[in-house]
């Protein structure tokens, strides 16, 4: 069974950064894209970014473009996103996800996911 953890959340001001990291054990992690959703309170879950099995192509979301990149360490086993510009509206539980599926479509959508981590949260102040 493969596990998924991630770290590196926490409080940060508004215009800081942070870098999330996710530490995949158990399976071939080159196998798998790799997807971070959020989840803000009393809202659904929604994607972030995702990277390629061999980081070739990455994608993100509208409200991140420009301001998170997303990157993986196939040797390592990990997955980041390093999160600059913070906004308050960036607050949330982070999660990574794995993935089997090719392609934008599929990454965005929670239930093409085959793995998840248990999520770490992120909190943005004013």
């Known amino acids: 069974q493969w596990q998924l953890v991630e770290s590196g959340g926490g409080v940060v001001q508004a215009g800081g950064s942070l870098r999330l990291s996710c530490a995949a054990s158990?399976?071939?992690?080159?196998?798998?894209?790799m997807v971070w959703f959020r989840q803000a309170p009393g809202k659904e879950r929604e994607f972030v970014a995702a990277?390629?099995?061999?980081?070739?192509?990455?994608y993100y979301s509208d409200s991140v473009k420009g301001r998170f990149t997303i990157s993986r360490d196939n040797a390592k086993n990990t997955v980041y996103l390093q999160m600059n510009s913070l906004k308050p509206e960036d607050t949330a539980v982070y999660y990574c996800?794995?993935?089997?599926?090719?392609?934008?479509?599929?990454?965005?959508?929670?239930?093409?996911?085959?793995?998840w981590g248990k999520g770490t949260l992120v909190t943005v102040s004013s």
């Open positions: 996800a794995a993935t089997l599926d090719s392609g934008l479509k599929s990454y965005q959508l929670p239930t093409r996911m085959n793995y």
């Open positions: 158990g399976r071939t992690f080159s196998s798998y894209a």
């Open positions: 990277i390629s099995r061999s980081s070739g192509i990455t």
